[in-house]
Each structure stands twice: as structure tokens, then as C-alpha cells.
């Protein structure tokens, strides 16, 4: 079981948005730590999409935006493209300094 | 341009031990830390520990403390992961990450994924 809840799927047509949660607890989202989102295509090592809950790093489009609430987190994509097919994880931290990571979400474009 | 170019793939018996190796260019290599990240088939990613390049500390995951060792050579740029007394559920993909930090630490280039079998 992971520290981190997500739904093991998702799905939508091209163009539409989805979104993704991530759902912690008093020791790690609600203790202040940031969120960060990775998207790992099938055979590709996983790549950083979203750090310290709302930033994107240089290259990735901004169809892709996080937001965080409390002991919780989401991911949005916007206008979804058959190339975001792709897993999605969360990570955050914990207070006993460990980093932590979400179950992970299969994203499917139809 | 950032990169962590990893070791081939090991195959290994349960019991023995791997070492797996993180070669990293293109930034000030004691100012960041490494993670090591792993992903067991069909599971998702598992933190396993991390190193300070600057000076050695590490902070391993309950899960593998006491198996794994992590060290750094710095005249190398080079980072390791041994994991000893390997058990079949060993058997993953076995990633290093550059440390970032903001509240909290997060990865922010990964290197290519080592795939180690485990297997009598």
C-alpha cells in the first residue's frame, strides 16, 4: 500500500481535461511538504512534470498544471493529446524524512 | 546538459549481491544529492534511500535498510547502490535521481534504469 492515494486510472478523449488526486495525510501534504507529479511513458524512465506543487520545469507545455489543498493534490491536463497517454505518479515527503510516492495512475487517452 | 548514465543490466541468484552504478555530468556533482528509486513489474515507484554528495550522509527506506549501502566517489562523479542478500522481489527496474530541494526533496533528472533480475 502506498503512503499516497491515487485512482489506478483515468481516462478521456482527446481534448478533453482530466484530472488526477493525490490524497496524504497530517505527516506528509498536511504537514506543508510540497507535491511533485513524474509522467513515465512505457519504457522511459520517469520525468519530472510538476515540482513544489504548481511549477513546471523549462519544456514541459502548460496544459499540464498542479494545485494543492491541504492533505491533498491533483494534477490537471488540459486539452489531453494521445502522447500523454502515460502513467502519473505523486510524490511528497515525510516527517520521518523519507521520500514517499503515490500508487501511481495509468492515464488513458481514447 | 544534466545527465546520469547508469550500469547495465544484472541478472543475479537470490542471496548474492549487485552494485549498480550512477555516472553524473553536466552539473556541480557535491552540490546535489542522489536517490535511488526502484520499480518492481507491474508495481509502482519505490524510494529505497538517498546520499549526500557533498558529504556522504545517507538516509536509507525502512523496506531495504540493512541490504542496501549507498555510497558516492566524487573524483568520478559516480554514485552506487549495493543491494545485498537478494530475494526474487528484488527483481525491478532500478533508477538513481538527482536530488532537488524545496519543502521537502523530489528528483529532478533521472537516470536511464539499471533492470536487475533476480532469479535461482
Known amino acids: 500500500q502506498s503512503v499516497l492515494t491515487q485512482p489506478p486510472s483515468v481516462s478521456g478523449a482527446p481534448g478533453q481535461r482530466v484530472t488526477i488526486s493525490c490524497t496524504g495525510s497530517s505527516s506528509n501534504i498536511g504537514a506543508g511538504f510540497d507535491v511533485h507529479w513524474y509522467q513515465r511513458l512505457p519504457g522511459t524512465a520517469p520525468k519530472l512534470l510538476i515540482y513544489?506543487?504548481?511549477n513546471r520545469p523549462s519544456g514541459v507545455p502548460d496544459r499540464f498544471s498542479g494545485s494543492k489543498s491541504g492533505a491533498s493534490a491533483s494534477l490537471a491536463i488540459t486539452g489531453l493529446q494521445a502522447e500523454d497517454e502515460a502513467d502519473y505518479y505523486c510524490?511528497?515527503?515525510?516527517?520521518?524524512?523519507?521520500?514517499?510516492f503515490g500508487g501511481g495512475t495509468k492515464l488513458t487517452v481514447l | 546538459q544534466v545527465q546520469l548514465l547508469q550500469s547495465g543490466a544484472e541478472v543475479k541468484k537470490p542471496g548474492t549481491s549487485v552494485k549498480v552504478s550512477c555516472k553524473a555530468s553536466?552539473?556541480?556533482?557535491?552540490?546535489?544529492?542522489i536517490s535511488w528509486v526502484r520499480q518492481a513489474p507491474g508495481q509502482g515507484l519505490e524510494w529505497m534511500g538517498g546520499?549526500?554528495?557533498?558529504?556522504?550522509?545517507?538516509k536509507y527506506a525502512q523496506k531495504v535498510q540493512g541490504r542496501v549501502i549507498m555510497t558516492t566517489d566524487t573524483s568520478t562523479t559516480t554514485a552506487y547502490m549495493e543491494l545485498r542478500s537478494l530475494r526474487s522481489d528484488d527483481t525491478a527496474i532500478y533508477f538513481c535521481?538527482?536530488?532537488?530541494?524545496?519543502?521537502?526533496?523530489?528528483?529532478?533528472?533521472w537516470g536511464q534504469g539499471t533492470l536487475v533480475s533476480v532469479s535461482s
Open positions: 546520499i549526500s554528495a557533498y558529504n556522504g550522509n545517507t
Open positions: 510524490q511528497s515527503y515525510d516527517s520521518s524524512l523519507s521520500m514517499i
Open positions: 513544489a506543487n504548481t
Open positions: 535521481a538527482r536530488e532537488a530541494r524545496r519543502v521537502g526533496v523530489y528528483c529532478d533528472y
Open positions: 553536466g552539473y556541480i556533482f557535491t552540490n546535489y544529492g
